[in-house]
């Protein structure tokens, strides 16, 4: 039996560590970070301006690229006040209702990309497999209509792991080695049985990203089958060519979340503040990269940002 008392939630407050064991360059560790946060913040809010003026863009591909945006401005912000806060103000100490809060919306967000990145590969899989239907099948209302399920989804499957977390109890250690609440991080130190977290954590992470992977897998099996049986050679280029940016974001998305999940796995004597970076790398590369990915990959994107651009150099 534990010596230490339990403490109830209103009054427990957990310590961030920020990056362990690099504490002393944290206002060095704080110059890459926000100009990865501005990058992101700028370059989100733009492509999500340039779909929304630009009358050319208001198509279902385009309308699923300003979800994708829209959820890594929110992944963004839901680290920035706490990351930063460590790095420029020593700013350590979060309530736990407080901590609860920022787990479920940096889990919300992270089910809802890769909820949105299964959506894009079904409208690419409607656009290149099915083009006669793509306008009949991907309508405004039904493209609202996922944004909700997508939302749904990821609540739905996430609540349980709130109400148990709420439900834990804390005793001897309150100190969390991350930037931001990090669910495992949390459950590690509770004092109570945290097995059935744990479990719904990895289902969580099994039913969102591992179900959405196969399915975007089998979306693009079925895409290269299609793209193999077109007789030009031009034709096929044009086709794919389509799906490039998609590929992109897939790839900055899933690649750092499973480099994570091999570092939790095997990476047991790894110093701790490797841990923390590929945690916050994971978080971090996918909203820097996709408006990139996008801006340079999609001609149609391109085209809007030099013409909206262009437009207010001519203001000024």
């Known amino acids: ?156 499957i996430l609540k349980p792991l709130v109400l148990l977390l709420k439900r834990s109890s804390f005793c001897q250690n309150y100190v969390l080695h991350h930037s931001y609440c990090f669910h495992p991080d949390i459950i590690q130190l509770s004092c109570s049985d945290n097995k059935i977290n744990s479990v719904l954590g990895l289902a969580a992470l099994i039913v969102t990203a591992g179900l959405d992977s196969i399915f975007i897998l089998l979306s693009y099996t079925l895409i290269i089958k299609t793209i193999l049986s077109i007789a030009s050679p031009e034709e096929r280029h044009k086709a794919f060519s389509t799906c490039i940016s998609h590929i992109g974001a897939v790839a900055v998305f899933y690649i750092p979340l499973i480099s994570l999940c091999f570092v939790h796995m095997f990476g047991k004597k790894a110093p701790p503040y490797v841990h923390t970076l590929m945690a916050n790398v994971y978080l971090l590369i996918p909203p820097v990269m996709n408006p990139i990915i996008y801006s340079v990959k999609t001609k149609q994107i391109h085209r809007a940002l030099k013409k909206v651009l262009f437009a207010k150099e001519f203001e000024l």
Request: glycine share 4%; with cysteine.
């Open 1 to 156: 039996m534990s010596s230490f008392p339990n403490i109830t939630s209103t009054s427990l407050v957990f310590f961030l560590m920020g990056v362990p064991g690099l504490e002393d360059a944290h206002t060095w560790i704080s110059i890459p970070f926000c100009c990865l946060y501005m990058t992101a913040l700028s370059g989100n809010s733009i492509i999500l301006f340039v779909i929304i003026t630009e009358s050319s863009l208001h198509e279902p591909m385009y309308y699923f690229l300003s979800m994708l945006s829209t959820t890594d401005l929110g992944l963004c912000i839901s680290t920035l006040v706490t990351t930063l806060g460590i790095f420029w103000f020593s700013a350590r100490q979060i309530s736990f209702h407080a901590c609860v809060a920022q787990t479920f919306f940096i889990q919300l967000f992270t089910v809802v990309e890769s909820s949105v990145l299964l959506a894009m590969a079904f409208d690419r899989f409607i656009a290149i497999c099915n083009p006669l239907r793509y306008a009949a099948i991907l309508t405004d209302s039904r493209i609202v209509k996922v944004w909700f399920a997508i939302l749904i989804r990821g609540i739905v």
